[in-house]
């Protein structure tokens, strides 16, 4: 298979940008940027160049300019993409176009739904909508990206079954974590109301596992569940033999959510600075990209398998199967 040179290179600039951009929105959340250009979209306090003067200001603005920077170039891998469809590896059955064009719908969703955070004051339920959304574009230029051979994906071995349906359960798995890590975030007070690690216990006259802490505990109960099913699925990846590249994927990925969980705990127990706090959602996005391209390569060297249960997970098994 020989994908077309400038749509493999817009597509990794695509990915890598995307990722950029999701854990440049960590910091966002963390210092409390989001309305840093007011009430105003697509311009910042009215302004297209508005006086960069305030630091809320300069990273709402920088976090904006990086959307742009993405849309242009998941626009331009589509319509090139669209352009050469009728050369191997871009059109049809597992080319890349399908996720191209997906990715292309959903940048512009995300724009639109950016307005409307914006236009809602930042409320919780725009966030966690703007949050899905930005995590299966990444999941699907993640597909597109395998698709045009990079990862692995230019040199499909026989998967097992089994692993297929490993790789699929996490994948769902960690978008319900995203989700509950995006409300965790956004409902006020959920992200401090436990005081340890990994149990939750009180603060102040807040009851354990009362209000929002359950919130919090389902968060880390179902990321825990990750941890375990990936760390389990590494160690028999020993089976799986027929798949290299998915199996190394899916250790990179038990690697990932090891270090996501003792950042979890340094962020409680050494109360972390914001900076640093970031790393939470950077590791996290990282493993979710991981993930989908684990998830990617052993499906695409098995399109036959079981399919993933219904969850955001069906837009990445449309890409990664068709």
Request: hydrophobic share 60%; charged share 10%; with cysteine.
């Amino acid at each position: 298979m020989s994908i077309p040179r400038p749509v493999r290179t817009l597509l990794r600039a695509a990915l890598a940008i995307a990722i950029v951009h999701i854990a440049f929105g960590a910091l966002v959340r963390i210092t409390g940027s989001g309305m840093g250009c007011g009430p105003y979209w697509p311009q910042c306090q009215g302004a297209w160049f508005p006086p960069l003067d305030h630091p809320a200001l300069v990273i709402e603005w920088t976090h904006r300019l990086l959307a742009l920077c993405l849309t242009a170039s998941v626009a331009a891998a589509a319509i090139v993409a669209w352009r050469t469809r009728r050369e191997a590896g871009v059109g049809g059955r597992g080319g890349v176009l399908a996720p191209a064009l997906i990715a292309l719908a959903l940048v512009v969703t995300a724009a639109l739904f950016g307005a409307i955070t914006v236009w809602m004051g930042n409320a919780p339920i725009a966030t966690v909508g703007h949050w899905a959304i930005a995590a299966s574009l990444l999941a699907t230029l993640a597909v597109a990206v395998v698709r045009a051979g990079d990862f692995g994906g230019a040199r499909p071995a026989l998967a097992s079954p089994r692993l297929v349906r490993a790789t699929g359960s996490a994948v769902a798995v960690a978008f319900v974590v995203l989700v509950l890590g995006g409300l965790t975030a956004k409902v006020p007070g959920a992200n401090l109301v436990c005081t340890s690690f990994p149990l939750c216990g009180p603060r102040g006259d807040v009851p354990m596992l009362a209000g929002i802490a359950r919130l919090q505990m389902t968060h880390r109960i179902v990321a825990f569940l990750l941890f375990f099913h990936l760390v389990g699925v590494a160690i028999g990846a020993r089976r799986y033999r027929d798949a290299p590249d998915a199996v190394r994927a899916v250790r990179a990925a038990a690697a990932l959510v090891t270090l996501q969980v003792l950042i979890a705990g340094a962020m409680i127990g050494l109360g972390l600075p914001p900076a640093l706090r970031s790393l939470h959602q950077v590791t996290g996005v990282l493993l979710w990209v991981t993930l989908v391209i684990a998830f990617t390569l052993a499906r695409r060297a098995n399109p036959a398998a079981a399919p993933l249960p219904p969850s955001i997970a069906v837009i990445i098994a449309r890409g990664a199967g068709a």
